[in-house]
């Protein structure tokens, strides 16, 4: 085979067969195709497109292109949870022990924050000694032990989609259905759980713009991972305003034991942390329905029960589980910064990717893989969509420590509203379901 021949193929619109496809993927994984000829195979992806059995047949080659994890040795289903990225999404961090205490063992594979985006891994290591490198048998043995693990994606995981992804990101051909479907999928699909619940984000701050593309790409991988036996469903949510109010490490960890401890049970955060747990608990059987699957999210909160599983896994991982009573124990920023309105009217649109970007500026995220955060920094929101501020009012706080890009990330955050002179109705928030039966609008 040539890649030559692929590219032009794939260029010309037509199918890739499996065979070619796994031919490309091993290659390019063992370093016998050059980066630019794979660069050429990607942008003709983003304009040709895939159809149903090419974005299978990638999933499959890039699931195989490192090890599977077996999870049999669990002795239980092993659920797993993934959003495809968004700010204030602070969801793992709460779905996971609170499933857990609902009895379905939740091992996690995570990432690291880029760009905008937060990940779970940063958020975890602002809790002291917390550690997310855990080797495959010792994750497998946390998940036997305590019923819940969260660590770093093993490096031998999917090590094809670790090569494309950073190609990818540096010749702008992220923004791809089948690319991203192929990409997520692979990686749950390696670390081998039995059910996968994910939360598909729409919006000014995720990668799918339009409540339609989010659809089209829940139910892309929605098919993939029950076509190979798992137990899979998607959200469609929200990424059109930070979802809760912190953005930053420290402070969404803070926000998540927050909800843990039975706050906030009024906002965004905690409805999608509430839909999401419970499609987690009745996939892994432990509740026949939505509404029944609900009601054990709130007895496993107001038990103390959720909490004491996040106290148990911090302190299996190393971590001073302490935190869970006293926040204060994470570290905090030397100044708080009131941002202040500038204008007066109803916050009729935030722009949440360039608010991400703010706590980025910050310090809480980084630019690119390997710079390093800072875990105390970041962005307590004060305002929603809908809301009516006053000139002056406080948009904001910016928890601060180096501030040589403070003026920059308040100027852009004041540049990230949008004002209206009349009542302006919140943004939806659970754009649809997509489960076995296919896609449900809400
Ligand atoms: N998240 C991933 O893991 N891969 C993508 O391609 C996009 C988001």
């Known amino acids: 085979m040539r890649m030559v021949d692929l590219i032009v193929k794939k260029r010309q619109g037509q199918a890739l067969s499996a065979a070619e496809i796994a031919w490309m993927i091993q290659a390019y994984t063992e370093g016998a195709l050059p980066d630019y000829q794979m660069s050429a195979m990607m942008m003709a992806i983003c304009f040709a497109g895939m159809n149903a059995e090419e974005t299978a047949a990638l999933t499959d080659a890039m699931t195989h292109s490192g090890t599977v994890l077996d999870v049999s040795s669990v002795g239980a289903q092993v659920a797993d949870k993934h959003s495809t990225g968004g700010v204030a999404d602070t969801t793992t961090l709460a779905v996971v022990p609170i499933v857990a205490s609902c009895g379905v063992t939740m091992g996690k594979m995570s990432g690291r924050g880029l760009g905008h985006t937060g990940g779970t ?35 031998a995981l999917a090590p094809a989609d670790k090569k494309l992804y950073a190609l990818r990101d540096v010749t702008g051909t992220v923004d791809s259905l089948p690319l991203i479907a192929s990409s997520i999928m692979s990686k749950k699909l390696a670390a081998g759980a039995d059910i996968i619940v994910l939360d598909v984000k729409v919006g000014s701050g995720a990668f799918m713009k339009t409540p339609e593309d989010a659809a089209a790409l829940a139910k892309t991988m929605v098919e993939i991972g029950v076509h190979l036996g798992k137990k899979t469903a998607a959200l469609i949510t929200d990424m059109n305003q930070p979802l809760g109010s912190c953005i930053g490490n420290a402070l969404d960890v803070r926000e998540a034991i927050e909800i843990l401890q039975g706050k906030h049970q009024d906002s965004d955060l905690f409805a999608i942390c509430k839909r999401l747990s419970a499609q987690l608990i009745r996939l892994g059987g432990k509740a026949e329905e939505e509404r029944e699957a609900e009601r054990m999210v709130l007895d496993a909160i107001a038990s103390g029960r959720a909490l004491q599983k996040l106290a148990t896994m911090i302190q299996a991982q190393g971590g001073d589980a302490h935190v869970c009573q006293d926040t204060s124990r994470l570290p905090s920023a030397e100044r708080i910064i009131p941002v202040l309105s500038q204008q007066a009217g109803y916050i009729a649109k935030m722009d949440t990717q360039s608010i991400g970007t703010c706590a980025q500026l910050l310090g809480a995220g980084r630019e690119k893989l390997g710079d390093k955060i800072d875990p105390a920094v970041g962005i307590v929101m004060k305002k929603r969509v809908g809301d009516f501020v006053r000139t002056g009012d406080v948009l904001a706080e910016f928890h601060v420590n180096e501030q040589n890009m403070l003026q920059e990330a308040m100027r852009r955050f004041l540049a990230a509203f949008a004002y209206s002179k009349k009542p302006v109705d919140p943004p939806k928030l659970v754009y649809g379901l997509v489960d076995e039966q296919g896609l449900h609008d809400e």
């Open 121 to 155: 891994l940063d958020k975890l290591e602002a809790i002291s000694g917390f550690s997310v490198d855990v080797a495959p048998q010792r994750f497998l043995a946390l998940l036997r032990e305590n019923g819940l693990a969260i660590v770093g994606q093993n490096e």
